[in-house]
Nanobody
């Protein structure tokens, strides 16, 4: 069973930056993909960013494009989410997800991922 451990959340002022990390206990065979989703109070979970491990191709939600950057460290089986120019509407619990098989048609849906982290709170004050 793959375990994902997230870190890096916290409280930050608007226009500030934070970096989230998610370490996977292992990477199974397959095309492997990792992603970040978030869920604000009273709202549904939404896709933030994804990375296909092979080749490092990245995908972003329109709401974070240009402000957030997803990256990976092969040696550490770790994915990062660098968040800049944060806005109060970015406040949410951020979840890391990992999938055995990357899907270009469904990478932005939770169903495309097999493993989930416990979540880390990000709060942006105005």
């Amino acid at each position: 069973q793959v375990q994902l451990v997230e870190s890096g959340g916290g409280l930050v002022q608007a226009e500030g930056s934070l970096r989230l990390s998610c370490a996977a206990s292992e990477r199974t065979s397959g095309t492997w993909a990792m992603a970040w989703f978030r869920q604000a109070p009273g709202k549904e979970r939404e896709f933030v960013a994804a990375i296909r491990w092979s080749g490092g191709v990245t995908f972003y939600a329109d709401s974070v494009k240009g402000r957030f950057t997803i990256s990976r460290d092969n040696a550490k089986n770790t994915v990062y989410l660098q968040m800049s120019s944060l806005k109060p509407e970015d406040t949410a619990v951020y979840y890391c997800a990992a999938g055995v098989t990357f899907s270009r048609t469904s990478y932005y849906t939770g169903e495309a991922y097999d493993y989930w982290g416990q979540g880390t709170q990000v709060t942006v004050s105005s």
